[in-house]
């Protein structure tokens, strides 16, 4: 079964507006992290945003929110202000049993390329 | 200062034949990592050591043998070559313990093979 799933493959936004990508995820394990990584055309892996699951509040980094419904185990990222630099794949992650111990590989999605439109 | 690094940037090489890719991280990280991305854009683990043992192996043809010289350095081996072994290979290191454990990555190498 897929751990990660991102159901978007591609998406179009409007400059200036805001776009949510949504994932997905599953593990019995109580304690995760999740993390959302942006790839531009150049190719590098650019670290975004992390979400703890005993975390209480959602995650932010600047115009970068991480809407997290645990109940729902998705972990929805928000863009908010798009910027023609925004357009690049992104995907979403997980590491499991990060307060376990032992060494858990962190598990990526299928990935979502957004667009931005001017 | 990179802070992985890996080389090189592009292989191109014919099928059956031997190559290797080299990656260095300089942020005293103890965990270090080879992936796999393939045309498709899939990122698939291939390996992770941890203070140069190695601790995830994924199933991966045995063509494939990565080395850790020592915790800052992880290369990667490919015996004889195949076409379906064209991909991006990154690199990427963490430190465990941390609060997030995030992955650094480094540029990527891309490999064809013809």
């Known amino acids: 079964a897929q751990k990660i799933t991102q159901t978007q493959p591609g998406m179009f936004v409007q400059e200036k507006e805001a776009v949510t990508l949504d994932c997905t995820y599953d593990t019995s394990d109580p304690s995760y992290g999740l993390f959302w990584y942006k790839q531009p055309s150049s190719g590098e892996m650019i670290f975004l945003i992390y979400?703890?699951?005993?975390?209480?509040q959602n995650a932010t980094e600047g115009r970068y929110s991480l809407n997290f419904q645990k109940a729902r185990k998705s972990a929805n990222l928000v863009i908010s202000a798009s910027q023609l630099g925004d357009s690049a794949m992104y995907f979403c992650?997980?590491?499991?049993?990060?307060?376990?111990?032992?060494?858990?590989?962190?598990?990526f999605g299928t990935g979502t390329k957004l667009q931005v439109i001017p | 200062d990179t802070a992985v690094s890996q080389t090189p940037k592009y292989l191109v090489t014919q099928m059956g034949n031997d190559k290797s890719i080299k990656c260095e991280q300089n942020l005293g990280h103890d965990t270090m990592y080879w992936y796999k991305q393939d045309s498709k854009k899939f990122l698939k683990i291939m390996f992770s050591y941890n203070n140069k043992e190695l601790i995830i192996n994924e199933t991966v043809p045995n063509r494939f043998s990565p080395k850790s010289p020592d915790k800052a350095h992880l290369n990667l081996h490919i015996n004889s070559l195949e076409l379906g072994d064209s991909a991006v290979y990154f690199c990427?290191?963490?430190?465990?313990?941390?609060?997030?454990?995030?992955?650094?990555f480094g540029e990527g190498s891309r490999l064809t093979v013809l």
């Open positions: 990427a290191s963490s430190q465990e313990g941390t609060n997030t454990g995030e992955l650094f």
């Open positions: 992650a997980m590491r499991e049993g990060i307060y376990s111990g032992g060494y858990q590989k962190v598990t």
């Open positions: 979400q703890g699951s005993y975390d209480q």
